[in-house]
Nanobody, 123 residues
Framework: QVQLVESGGGLVQAGESLRLSCAASGYTFRNVAMGWFRQTPGKEREFVAAISWGGGSTYYANSVKGRFTISRDNAKNTVYLQMNSLKSEDTAVYYC????????????????WGQGTQVTVSS
């Protein structure tokens, strides 16, 4: 019923770009913080980016600062992750997430997860 659905993943060459989308349904999207996480096999899920409910504040992991941009369109119940200058180490399953706070968003603070979309960057 309540779900987040990611799309836009795929296979790209290093240096290229992708834009991920996350469509939400079944809850009040405009009043929640949203974020992106990623995970590779055998490793813990890690924070990538977050955005406040109104879009006025954004936060990024150091590994993606200057390359990734998170944004949201509340009218469309959608959050985006623009990924530029992709590197092989960006290869992972990317998960959309909803929580109460963008500033403090981590795995324990996520209330709802998407099912993930695969991003593969070849070197």
């Amino acid at each position: 019923q309540v779900q987040l659905v990611e799309s836009g993943g795929g296979l790209v060459q290093a240096g290229e770009s992708l834009r991920l989308s996350c469509a939400a349904s079944g809850y009040t999207f405009r009043n929640v913080a949203m974020g992106w996480f990623r995970q590779t096999p055998g490793k813990e899920r890690e924070f990538v980016a977050a955005i406040s409910w109104g879009g006025g504040s954004t936060y990024y992991a150091n590994s993606v600062k200057g390359r990734f941009t998170i944004s949201r369109d509340n009218a469309k119940n959608t959050v985006y992750l623009q990924m530029n200058s992709l590197k092989s180490e960006d290869t992972a399953v990317y998960y959309c997430a909803a929580g109460l706070s963008a500033q403090s968003m981590d795995v324990t603070g996520v209330n709802l997860w998407g099912q993930g979309t695969q991003v593969t960057v070849s070197s």
